[in-house]
Nanobody, 126 residues
Framework: QAQLEESGGGLVQAGGSLRLSCAAP????????LGWFRQAPGKARAEREF??????????RYVDSVKGRFTIPRDNAKNTVYLQMNSLKPEDTAVYYC?????????????????WGQGTQVTVSS
């Protein structure tokens, strides 16, 4: 059972924007690091690509391909983390997954993260 729930995915034209949300019903992740990964079609779970993360101190990291286009704000009062995606490109098409971990290092590897959601589809048309 997923401990996180993503929403906000959809179909958008290249150059457009989407905001993904990730909530944690029934539990608190305000002290956790929170991250976003994406899995392109045909790729396995272990091949999920790190996109962005933020720890409890507000420190963020991003994969180079999204720097300047994506941001990862968090709202601890709402127990929610977002992925604001601007200037979307067709190569951003993937299923986007939210992840959480009590540690703060925000590693870029799938295996480091403990909690996962079930994903939300983002499709960017050219």
């Amino acid at each position: 059972q997923a401990q996180l729930e993503e929403s906000g995915g959809g179909l958008v034209q290249a150059g457009g924007s989407l905001r993904l949300s990730c909530a944690a019903p029934g539990r608190t992740f305000s002290n956790h690091a929170l991250g976003w990964f994406r899995q392109a079609p045909g790729k396995a779970r272990a091949e999920r690509e790190f996109v962005a993360a933020i720890n409890r101190y507000g420190n963020t990291r991003y994969v180079d391909s999204v720097k300047g286009r994506f941001t990862i704000p968090r709202d601890n009062a709402k127990n929610t983390v977002y992925l604001q995606m601007n200037s979307l490109k067709p190569e951003d098409t993937a299923v986007y997954y939210c992840a959480a971990d009590s540690r703060q290092a925000c590693a870029t590897t799938v295996g480091w993260w403990t909690y996962w959601g079930q994903g939300t589809q983002v499709t960017v048309s050219s």
